[in-house]
Nanobody, 126 residues
Framework: QLQLVESGGGLVQPGGSLRLSCAGS????????IGWFRQAPGKEREGIVC????????NYLEAVKGRFAISRDNAKNTVYLQMNRLKPEDTALYSC???????????????????WGQGTQVSVSS
């Protein structure tokens, strides 16, 4: 079954780190742009960053600049989001999504992406 599967979320203390993974199941990720998004309770989904099929990277959401980093390993059919120095306001459901030719300089826009994973919960609390 065609799927995007996120993993790596969890509960972490402020200042901690997590690495999220977005793996493709039954399809190859390397021809797609992949975006990372998050949605906190009561808030709209927001784009964090995206990576092109040839590993070009967009700008990051201002709130995460210098703390988060996206990368991809096409051999493992996986895109990663390394999150460092986590803050309570980073608490959200994090999702990845695929698109074609949609990742440019700007932070990704959800409506540009056509297939989504179920998400992985990240909670930052002491």
């Amino acid at each position: 079954q065609l799927q995007l599967v996120e993993s790596g979320g969890g509960l972490v203390q402020p200042g901690g780190s997590l690495r999220l993974s977005c793996a493709g199941s039954e399809f190859i990720l390397d021809i797609y742009d992949i975006g990372w998004f998050r949605q906190a309770p009561g808030k709209e989904r927001e784009g964090i960053v995206c990576i092109t099929s040839i590993s070009g990277v967009s700008n990051y959401l201002e709130a995460v600049k210098g703390r988060f980093a996206i990368s991809r390993d096409n051999a493992k059919n996986t895109v990663y989001l390394q999150m460092n120095r986590l803050k309570p306001e980073d608490t959200a459901l994090y999702s990845c999504a695929r698109g074609r030719g949609v990742c440019g300089h700007s932070v990704p826009r959800p409506y540009d992406y056509d297939y989504w994973g179920q998400g992985t919960q990240v909670s930052v609390s002491s």
